[in-house]
């Protein structure tokens, strides 16, 4: 059974660069077709997602935050990260990582992790 | 960009049928999946590819996707079924979301 797990400060002070990695347990990256992705909720409102890495390095991200997103694989730790640089008070959000099966899906997704950007 | 359009809220009685609508330019053409999220938790996919059930999520869960809307029906009610609900495509390589629906068990 595939798991996964955010970690990364749950505050982060505004301009700043957040930072977030996903823990893959149960299976490796590496193995199969999938996607990784980032997905975020702010309280109180719908999904946004946020971009996706291939373990090959390729990456997709959404235009409205491409200018600031980064997501990198690391398959040596079986994880992948987000970096989203100039943060303000609208990036404040629970950031979840999922895993996309072939389709498009999300099939396997983590617990999620508040962010907080506040000074 | 592509939009979904979903109602905010449906209300169901306890033992009926819900249907949930998700609107979209042709969505028919497109994959689309289902997400199920309960108050401080991780979204669960229920549906995914227009009709097709994961693993342990009951049959009284099916959907169907044709010309502008898709659907996510779910039979025989249970209380245990209130929750928010997503729709979601791949589009022009992004994931677009819906603005979800908040289903009411009365």
């Known amino acids: 059974q595939v798991q996964l797990q955010e970690s990364g400060p749950g505050l982060v002070k505004p301009s700043q660069t957040l930072s977030l990695t996903c823990t893959v347990s149960?299976?490796?990256?590496?193995?199969?077709?999938?996607?990784w992705s980032w997905i975020r909720q702010p309280a109180g409102k719908g999904l946004e997602w946020i971009g996706r890495?291939?373990?090959?390095?390729?990456?997709n991200y959404n235009p409205s935050l491409k200018s600031r997103v980064t997501i990198s694989v690391d398959t040596s730790k079986n994880q992948f990260s987000l970096k989203l640089s100039s943060v303000t008070a609208a990036d404040t959000a629970v950031y979840y990582c999922?895993?996309?099966?072939?389709?498009?899906?999300?099939?396997?997704w983590g617990q999620g992790t508040l962010v907080t950007v506040s000074s | 960009s592509y939009e979904l359009t979903q109602p905010l809220s449906v209300s169901v009685a306890l033992g009926q049928t819900a249907r949930i609508t998700c609107g979209g330019n042709?969505?028919?053409?497109?994959?689309v999946h289902w997400y199920q999220q309960k108050p401080g938790q991780a979204p669960v996919l229920v549906i995914y590819?227009?009709?097709n059930r994961p693993s342990g999520i009951p049959e009284r869960f099916s959907g169907s996707n044709s010309g502008n809307t898709a659907t996510l029906t779910i039979s025989r009610a249970q209380a245990g079924d209130e929750a928010d609900y997503y729709c979601?495509?791949?589009?022009?390589?992004?994931?677009?979301f819906g603005g979800g629906t908040k289903l009411t068990v009365l």
């Open positions: 149960g299976g490796s990256i590496s193995s199969g077709s999938y996607y």
């Open positions: 999922a895993r996309e099966a072939w389709g498009g899906q999300g099939d396997y």
């Open positions: 042709n969505i028919g053409s497109k994959n």
């Open positions: 979601q495509v791949w589009d022009s390589s992004t994931w677009v």
């Open positions: 890495i291939y373990t090959s390095g390729s990456t």
């Open positions: 590819r227009d009709s």
